[in-house]
């Protein structure tokens, strides 16, 4: 399905459709919230948790889980990776607010806040354009072509194997350096960007009773 809805200011992403195969929206981004957000895509804990939650949306996704629980199952191996590098990353992946409070019942004796998608795809794809600014320095991939087909070595790659393929490269004082510091106001302008989110409704104004 040809994507219509979004803009893509960067031309190795690959373009995905805006809607599921059931003609439901998608609600993922395709940049960064806002021009003025403070999240550093070149962070390598943010850079991670895009990578761990890219592989966990494509291959082991379960809606409705607690967060803490989330994170420890996906950075348990990260300790210096906090919940707020991941929170902060899913925020920047999908078009609206994910987070619901999970009750106290017979299976959750503490109430706690979980993550609550419309779709899975709303994640994978919404971390793509972040992934995709630093996967290309990495592999040297030039086209989308390319990209497509590293972004499913990365999904499909062995655990055991991240530190070698991405975590260790991406620290290399080379990569480091090509790693060039955005100027969101000025990208924004460029590719006259608006905010992806979903539409609040607005109900008619109600009318107004008296008995007095």
């Known amino acids: 399905m040809t994507n219509t809805l979004r803009k893509y200011p960067n031309i190795y992403q690959p373009k995905r459709p805006d809607y599921d195969d059931d003609g439901n929206r998608l609600w993922f981004r395709t940049h960064i919230s806002k021009p003025n957000t403070k999240y550093d895509v070149y962070n390598p804990y943010n850079a991670?948790?895009?990578?761990?939650?890219?592989?966990?949306?494509?291959?082991?996704?379960?809606?409705?889980?607690?967060?803490?629980?989330?994170?420890?199952?996906?950075?348990?191996d990260q300790p210096n990776i906090s919940k707020r590098h991941l929170g902060c990353t899913v925020m920047q992946a999908i078009a609206y607010n994910p987070r619901k409070l999970i009750g106290v019942r017979k299976d959750n004796s503490k109430a706690c806040p979980g993550y609550f998608f419309m779709s899975?795809?709303?994640?994978?794809?919404?971390?793509?354009?972040?992934?995709?600014?630093?996967?290309?320095?990495?592999?040297?991939?030039?086209?989308?072509?390319?990209?497509?087909?590293?972004?499913?070595?990365?999904?499909?790659?062995?655990?055991?194997?991240?530190?070698?393929?991405?975590?260790?490269?991406?620290?290399?004082?080379?990569?480091?350096?090509?790693?060039?510091?955005?100027?969101?106001?000025?990208?924004?302008?460029?590719?006259?960007?608006?905010?992806?989110?979903?539409?609040?409704?607005?109900?008619?104004?109600?009318?107004?009773?008296?008995?007095?």
């Open 120 to 212: 899975p795809k709303d994640l994978e794809y919404g971390l793509e354009w972040m992934i995709c600014i630093w996967l290309r320095k990495i592999t040297f991939a030039d086209n989308v072509e390319d990209m497509e087909f590293e972004l499913d070595e990365l999904a499909n790659a062995k655990g055991e194997d991240l530190q070698g393929l991405y975590w260790d490269p991406f620290l290399e004082p080379f990569i480091q350096d090509s790693f060039q510091e955005f100027n969101w106001m000025k990208i924004w302008e460029q590719f006259d960007l608006k905010k992806q989110e979903i539409p609040v409704a607005i109900k008619p104004r109600p009318l107004l009773r008296s008995f007095a």
């Open 48 to 76: 991670i948790c895009q990578a761990k939650l890219y592989r966990w949306a494509r291959h082991e996704f379960k809606n409705g889980t607690p967060i803490g629980e989330l994170y420890g199952y996906l950075l348990y």
